[in-house]
DNA sequence: ACCTGAACACCGTTCAAGT
DNA sequence: ACCTGAACACCGTTCAAGT
């Protein structure tokens, strides 16, 4: 089987989920699929548009809510399902935050969020949408992180109901303080 | 003079601002100072700590509001204080952001805020205070980023004003949710 | 067109040996 | 105690040469 673009994000993939980002070099990429290293370069340009890749792959698995929920509720659960996609692999969150940061990758987490907002006609809702991501993407990066250090021993004590409580309690505060400008009373 | 872990901390800071986090490496460290790198490990157990101090160095310079300000406008300049002396350093946020993530670093930033919302009688402080600096951090991660590359001719268009409207926005509405919930009507 | 082999210019970290 | 010199086990990326 010929390599091809598909098959080095596959193998990127696998690489993320058993050895973490850490460990994905181009080099190792290369091996898990028995081809020189150099190979590669015939079908992505550079590592940073492979891990671009692999963060699309990561917020492809989103799972946005229904349109009909009312604007608080769908903002908790758009925020749910982001958490989950960002959590469901290893090192999805940091991942992510690094690849959106650079402004790569074909995904705009935030274009459904934006478009609830405008529908709901709450005012700015780019930078409103935005902000939650921060949010969540900042928690989920501290909560994966910090659960994989428990995992390895090196970190003592990780409480996953704290990380989960932080979450709720800052995505809560934020979606009231959204309520609070929306036009629409509650 | 005789190396030093504040002589290896001040030549990483040098380095960080002249050359970016991304090229400061420990070889580099050491030639700064005229030294093998080996030298190094020798005041410095690792990499990792090194970049946590320059970490506590940036969040060092968090210039802590005045506790008389009423809580809405002291949260808000707290948000101003942390973005400010996160984008002083060349790649400062990213820097705090991983030094945080992982657990390292002497000074949580959070502190300060923790106790002016307990003083407020705001439920969750903790979860509260994490949950605007993952905000702040998030946004002067993307904001700094996207800047250098826009001045390293990568990224064309890059709007300062939509920064600093996304933080004030963010911010205005996480703020907006804690006086929602807040004991003390305004 | 697609891949190999080999190189270039780096990394972080360790450690015997010197002083 | 503190540093050198040299090594170990890696990196990302490039590119002539082969098929």
């Not at 949010?135 to 390895?152: D, I, N, R």
Request: charged share 20%; with cysteine; proline share 4%.
């Amino acid at each position: 089987m010929a390599l091809s673009r598909a098959a080095i994000t596959g193998a990127g993939l696998e690489i993320l989920d058993t050895y973490g980002l850490g460990d994905l070099s181009m080099r190792r990429v290369a091996d898990t699929l028995g081809v020189q290293a150099g190979a590669l370069y015939y079908h992505v340009p550079n590592k940073q548009s492979l891990l671009a890749a692999l963060a699309d792959e990561v917020l492809d698995a989103v799972d946005v809510p229904e349109a009909g929920l009312p604007l608080e509720e769908w903002l908790v659960a758009w925020a749910s399902a982001l958490r989950a996609a960002l959590l469901a692999r290893r090192d999805g969150a940091e991942l992510v935050a690094s690849s959106l940061a650079l402004g790569l990758g074909g995904i705009d987490p935030t274009v459904p969020a934006v478009d609830r907002l405008a529908e709901a006609g709450v005012a700015m809702p780019g930078p409103t949408a935005r902000a939650l991501l921060h949010l969540v993407l900042g928690q989920a990066v501290t909560e994966q992180t910090q659960s994989q250090m428990h995992a390895l021993g090196v970190l003592t004590s990780f409480d996953a109901r704290r990380a989960e409580q932080d979450f709720a309690c800052g995505v809560g505060i934020f979606v009231d303080g959204v309520s609070s400008r929306a036009p629409v009373a509650r």
